[in-house]
């Protein structure tokens, strides 16, 4: 136990030691023994990778998960939509997700539940309200950090970015969007959400030719969802979506 402690091999310690006190394992062969404890320790690998996926997500909603959508609420959540975002290719092919509707709608939550689907797929996730994470990148300006932000951005598999276009853009934000949306382009996915329907999304962004070319690469191929209703927070699930 010890040696299997120091190697870090502790999901076989914990079902080892479990498994030798459970008498309805005495009849098993070696070969099957042994393919219990390997299994017990890919089952702890995989929850503690888990674990650290969704702490370094920092979702807003942790517990959000796509199981848990309260369909007795119309919104304008299409069946088929919801169905292709249970199947992870959407992050593997580099989809993006643009969420709006009116403010209480689920926005974000849902947006929490497709990045905690992503994690447990597998995929590292990245959250953060608009405002904060341009507010980071003004910072990184100053302590020289910028390319590092941009870089760590570039890498995560989805990007999680709430509230987008929630007051107008400076110049200086307008164009550090879009590198990140630049560098993001085809490869990773993006989910953001905003208050504002994705029609006003070019002339919200103001600069047209910098709104061409963010407006381009974040509607290629990408999922248009468009919540409708009254605001959920009126109810008792707290905007649950």
Avoid: Y
């Amino acid at each position: 136990m010890s040696t299997l402690n120091q190697l870090k091999l502790f999901g076989l310690a914990k079902g080892f030691d479990s498994r030798l006190k459970n008498t309805a394992h005495a009849d098993l062969s070696h070969e099957e023994f042994v393919g219990l404890l390997v299994q017990d320790e890919k089952t702890d690998r995989d929850n503690r990778r888990l674990a650290r996926l969704l702490k370094n997500a920092r979702l807003r909603h942790n517990e959000a998960c796509l199981e848990d959508i309260d369909h007795r609420h119309p919104r304008g959540l299409q069946k088929q939509v919801l169905v292709e975002l249970a199947n992870p290719r959407w992050v593997s092919s580099g989809r993006n997700v643009l969420l709006t509707g009116p403010t209480g709608i689920g926005k974000s939550w849902l947006a929490c539940a497709l990045g905690n689907f992503a994690a447990r797929q597998g995929f590292s996730v990245l959250a953060r309200r608009a405002p904060r994470l341009l507010e980071e990148l003004h910072q990184s300006r100053a302590d020289g950090s910028r390319l590092k932000l941009l870089a760590k951005l570039a890498k995560v598999h989805v990007l999680v970015i709430d509230d987008i276009l929630l007051t107008p853009l400076a110049e200086q934000e307008r164009a550090d969007f879009l590198e990140i949306i630049e560098d993001r382009h085809g490869r990773t996915t993006t989910i953001l959400t905003s208050q504002l329907p994705t029609k006003n999304w070019h002339e919200a962004f103001g600069e047209p030719t910098l709104a061409d070319a963010l407006c381009d690469r974040l509607f290629h191929n990408a999922f248009k969802i468009e919540m409708r209703g009254d605001s959920l927070r009126k109810s008792n699930d707290g905007g649950k979506s």
